[in-house]
């Protein structure tokens, strides 16, 4: 069955903090991964696509990394406004239509 | 414009009561659309998904259905709403390398 489990389910930063969060998966042939944030109250907004392992990608303080088993959002000297829930998805090889199976998130507070 | 617009925002149902959440898409025609829910704790779960008018694929038995009436018009329903059926729900078009954009989301309570 193809699985995705982010960690840790919820992390709290001093604002200037740099750290990771994780996204590991067990699929059977992966097309793309991708990290999206999350605001309370509204939908999922795109950041990254990931395709091979090896890969990188960059967007002010984030930076995303694959390996063969699993992902890093990396947040460098986080600020207050990148508090935010943030979700991993998985996108499978010969899956119909471009489904996701998306991982429950990691909630990310940064305090001032 | 990619933009989708769902609505209502919010909404608060009886048990048993019936429902229909409409979700529009702007864009490109013949857009992959998608409903899930996301609720307390748990991950986004796809429900239903749709690759044309008419053509809909359920991802998960329940009491809910979908429909596709118009190519930019995706519909959910259900006759009798349960207390399991409060979430978030979220309609979503495919974009390529973009993966999905999402709505803003209902968020539904049944009481």
């Known amino acids: 069955e193809d699985q995705v489990t982010q960690s840790p389910e919820a992390l709290r930063l001093q604002e200037g903090e740099s750290s990771s969060l994780n996204c590991s998966y067990t699929v059977s042939g992966l097309r793309g991964l991708f990290w999206y944030r999350q605001d309370p109250g509204k939908g999922p907004e795109f950041l990254f696509t990931?395709?091979?392992a090896g890969e990188e990608k960059e967007k002010e303080r984030l930076k995303a990394t694959l390996t063969k088993k699993e992902s890093f959002l990396h947040i460098t000297a986080p600020k207050p406004e990148d508090s935010a829930t943030y979700l991993c998805a998985v996108q499978i090889a010969g899956a119909g239509s471009y489904q996701l199976t998306f991982g429950k998130g990691t909630k990310l507070s940064v305090i001032p | 414009s990619q933009t989708i617009h769902q609505w209502p925002a919010t909404l608060v149902q009886p048990v048993g009561s019936p429902l229909s959440l409409e979700c529009t898409v702007e864009g490109t025609s013949n857009p992959n659309l998608y409903w899930y829910r996301q609720a307390a704790g748990r991950g986004l779960q796809l429900l239903f998904y749709?690759?044309?008018?008419?053509?809909i694929s359920s991802e998960v038995p329940q009491n809910l259905s979908a429909s596709r009436p118009q190519d930019r018009q995706f519909i959910l329903s259900s006759k009798k709403l349960l207390l399991s059926d409060s979430g978030f729900y979220l309609c979503a078009r495919t974009e390529g390398a973009y993966g999905y954009t999402f709505g803003s989301g209902t968020r539904l309570t049944v009481v």
């Open positions: 749709s690759v044309g008018i008419g053509q």
């Open positions: 990931l395709y091979s």
